[in-house]
């Protein structure tokens, strides 16, 4: 059973910058695929970025730019550096791991506020 437990988050001022992490009870390099997911109320679970065996690196056109996707394989750990944030990067965002099994394992959710 894979555990993904997240931390970082809260609350900054538009332009701020956050980094949130993704630790993993098993050694990420054996995953398909780590994403990060972001959601606000009411609406689908959207994709922000995705690592592919761990070096291919996506990101959605919203955070190209702005938003980093890194990882500590020693440490077992994703990151996502967020720059320059916006209001509309307000949400919850979580953090997915997909095994080669086709298993998928979800992190918690943390949230993200950005104020103007």
């Known amino acids: 059973q894979v555990q993904l437990v997240q931390s970082g988050g809260g609350l900054v001022h538009v332009g701020g910058s956050l980094t949130l992490s993704c630790a993993s009870s098993?050694?990420?390099?054996?995953?398909?695929?780590m994403s990060w997911y972001r959601q606000t109320p009411g609406s689908r679970r959207d994709l922000v970025a995705t690592?592919?065996?761990?070096?291919?690196?996506h990101y959605d056109d919203s955070v190209k730019g702005r938003f980093i996707l890194s990882t500590d394989n020693a440490k077992n750990t994703m990151f996502l550096e967020m720059n320059n944030l916006k209001v509309e990067d307000t949400a919850i965002y979580y953090c997915?791991?997909?095994?080669?099994?086709?298993?998928?394992?979800w992190g918690q959710g943390t949230q993200v506020t950005v104020s103007s």
């Open positions: 997915k791991a997909l095994t080669n099994n086709n298993d998928d394992y």
């Open positions: 098993t050694n990420i390099l054996s995953f398909y695929y």
């Open positions: 690592i592919y065996g761990g070096n291919r690196i």
